[in-house]
């Protein structure tokens, strides 16, 4: 059996060593883990930090442990060094500072991200932090216990940062978030991040939006953080402002890039040599709808394109079926999900898209706790095809699962008036006869029709 | 224009009247309700019961105000008695006592179902219930109102029985539930019905099963239910066995009938009688997975083949796409779902089922108040198709719309293993990075391979 070598014990190196002795239990499998955290999870991390998770090993979607169990051969504080795909070996650094040459037969690259380090002067001062790795979320944490700052400064107004401005709010301190573009959730469309934008602010959370930090300093009682609309003074200071691949020894031993400089592979998981795969956040996603690599990393995709090169480094050959781009935030009881194409994202991939909302509610009205939902569906005017849904509303409204409704319409291609013939469950203190998924894409079916879906 | 009449005002007909005016706003559209409740929500009758609804026009979908606001000729207190098909018309009771013949083109037929009246003795007595129509729900309410019964027996435990028992134990009342069968919900398997049966006798509901209830007497104190397996002292007995569909002037009139007496119709809502229509629990239903007619009464399928009997009604040509059998119920904080075939009605299709079972948590387990699901997947051994799937939970877990997941991968015959390549929503809070949807369709295929799926 071939020996397998996988380079990162994040969700996709370990779904793939788990997976490959799973379909291959003699297959010799051994994972560099750069540090001695295998398989946490990198978006648990906020719930870490608000206190709601109490240790990083709770964090851990396997423990080393379980991984060992399965016949892995864990090396932890490894840190590859170089590839070099002629001769097969991969160079690591070995906890003690050692070299080692690793021979494989067959490689995974599963480096995952790094955080974007924005051109921001001050990014290296103390109590300045990403926030993407255990190690991160750590020093993060033991700066929250050494200093206790009662003020902080998020600069980013994604996942991380909505995620953040709710943990840090839980623990009692003022949050502001300072986001450069004019909106925060860019993968929502505008006027619905708006709404979480109110929450946030309901909140107490100070949302400023469209300003772009530049400057970060100390000053006699922490940090100062420098905007063009105004300075705030803080004693933390996280810098969210996205992820980029970690491609550093791949790129260098030739493997290609693409997308956000993120490495090329086909859609089983295959770089451009022979025995070398790679997957998860290092690597450029294919997307179902647009039919095209983007750049999309998500612990949900890393974990499916993990599994999936998992079973071909042992032989198989299974191909990865695409993102959609299915996302769901919670920002305090409020809930935001979004899958495929929002309107912007449809005109720009060369759809005519129509998007239509509904607000109703989750359950039949008359039940009591009936809350509000605002559903937004997105088809092509030309065809009737669904393009993208988005749901805002409330925790205890199925808002994830419903906007999974949409996904799966969306992985079969179903066109926005089909939605109606599906048979979803239906009990009064849950939904309604048809399903407010149903309402919607009914309501957007009309809107085309009546309305002429005007532009 | 044709000139339309609808026999029938709750879901199926109001539907129908509803979608031909907005398809064609000229169209005459007449429409005859036996009582003076349109449109209400017979799954909503527990609820006014159990003191969490207000008054029964809470329950409308539709108010007679919007109804009538909709260009629909509404009359109410009008009871069909007789239909000719060869002269097109209808002969209705009016309110008054007189009779009125009723002109049409074309006919929808939608008198849905009554109560099944078990050859109990005594059936007949005050406080003996059955629980279909608004009429029978006030009759109760009155009941409980006037009497201030401190016990109740529940007769047959399906959906109402469960969701009756949970409405009177709300109430204060003690409450004993009787089936006949050796189960209550038989729509689930035995063993995870067992489970509600549980969370039942936890509420305080005493659950008798296997027994026959053989009489009801009149006592100095109030009622006597005897069956064989003893006899409860109670002031209110709900006799709650089930539907049959209402089909007396449509099969006097020589339309055909079939499953459980059902009317014949094709998947346009066609009966056999050119420009007679029908549809909702009078009718068979065509079943997407076992490609045949059944019986299912169900507000979400009566709702949509009311739409399609509607377009149908002004010259569409829409086929209903069938049922799976969605179904949900709420029991106390308890949710049980199914979908599609359980491993009983499979096999008696001719299927050669498989089904697994997966406990996990419905959110990452880490993260606080993370409940736990039982998810029963069914597959087709010889091919992997999904079958069908049973989800068992708490509020709060998105069970319901978890369900619809799998539905809406029913309704397009995917395969079990397939499920893998949906783009589930997931954030700590609400999910993980393989949605419990996807860690049992795993599970079953682990189980098929590994396990060999022995028999």
Known sequence: MPSILIVGGSDAGVSAALRARELAPEAQVRLLLADRYPSFSICGIPFLLSGEVDGP????????????????????????????????????????????????????????????RPPIAGMDLPGVFTLRWMDEALAVRRWLERQRPERAVIVGGGYIGMEMADALTRRGMAVTLVEALPQILATLDPDLAVEIAVTLRNEGVEVVTGVRTERIRETSEGLRVETGAGSWDCGLVLVATGA?????????????????????????????????????????????LLEDWTY???????????????????GGAREFAGTLGTQVVKVFDRIAARTGLHDRDARAAGFDPLSVDLETWDRNAYYPGAQKLIIRVTGERRDGRLLGAQILGHQGSEVAKRLDVFATALFHGMKVVELEDLDLSYTPPLSSPWDPVQMATRHWTWTLTHAGGSR
């Open 57 to 116: 090993s709770h964090l851990a979607h396997h423990s080393a442990r379980d991984i060992e169990a399965a016949g892995i051969d864990l090396l932890p504080g490894h840190r590859a060094r170089s590839l070099d795909p002629e001769t097969r070996v991969v160079q690591a650094l070995t906890p003690g500072g050692d070299t080692r040459d690793l021979r494989y037969d067959r490689l995974l690259i599963a480096t995952g991200a790094t955080s974007v």
């Open 244 to 288: 980029r691949p970690e491609t550093t020894i791949a790129a260098a031993a030739g493997l290609e890039t693409g997308h956000h400089g993120a490495l090329r592979v086909d859609r089983h998981m295959r770089t451009r040599f022979p025995s070398v795969y790679a997957a998860g956040d290092c690597v450029e996603t294919w997307h179902r």
């Open 296 to 314: 999309m990393p998500l612990g949900s995709t890393a974990h499916k394109q993990g599994r999936i090169a998992g079973e071909n480094l042992v």
